[in-house]
């Protein structure tokens, strides 16, 4: 990472601690819950994108950052299968999918890769009749990314460095879904929020260490000239 794409995602960290620290002040308030998750999964990939470039041999941290962030949303998509296979009376989908957080994501890698795999193929096979339930283009590719990336880190030293390559130019790409989401959010939070005080320290972690951020507010409040 550059160090504009540091600031950024070190703004990322404050904006998530202030989401912790206030939870609930947004939880039940549907748009920005769903914002705030979103944007969750986008610095969790690009955490995983900084380290795979920083280290294309793929270490330890790196494979389990790939492990997690695979095994749940593969647990969220299994969830979607699921819930559909069983309104429709799919009992071989069902019973193919209905796997819990710890059986994607603690055991054998391997078995853990094909049921994760297994779950994905499902949703794509059936991508048409599964648009109610949220499965999209953008989130299936987000978990065949995810899966990709895991296989590639468990995998020789030239997939390892191939899959490097690949995080270096998928980082920008990533900052700019989080920035679209911020976008989003920044007027979520001011028209949703009842709480002040949530508002204003939202916009201090927003622009704290986003110097394109501050830049902007900066200039947003600077006097006309004459």
Known sequence: MNQEQKNFSEMLGELQQH????????????????????LANTRRELALGALVQNDGSGTKEAKDLALGLAAEKS????RRVLAWAKKNARADIA???????????QGAEATLLERQRR??????DNRDQLADYK????????????LNTFA???????????????????I???IDKARAIIDILDDEVEGLIDNREFIDTYFIARRKTDRRATRAAMSDTAAPSA
Do not use: C
């Open 95 to 105: 019973t193919a999918v209905d796997l819990n957080r710890a059986e994607l994501a």
């Open 172 to 174: 920008e790409e990533l």
């Open 75 to 78: 647990y969220l998509m299994g």
């Open 19 to 38: 989401f912790d620290a206030h939870r609930p002040f947004w939880s039940s308030v549907g748009p920005v819950a769903d914002s705030i998750d979103r």
């Open 152 to 170: 590639a880190l468990r995998a020789g030293h030239k997939e390892k460095e191939n899959h490097r390559i690949y995080s270096t130019a998928r």
């Open 135 to 146: 499965v999209t283009d953008e989130s299936l590719d987000a978990l065949d990314s995810a």
């Open 119 to 124: 779950i994905f193929q499902y949703a794509k």
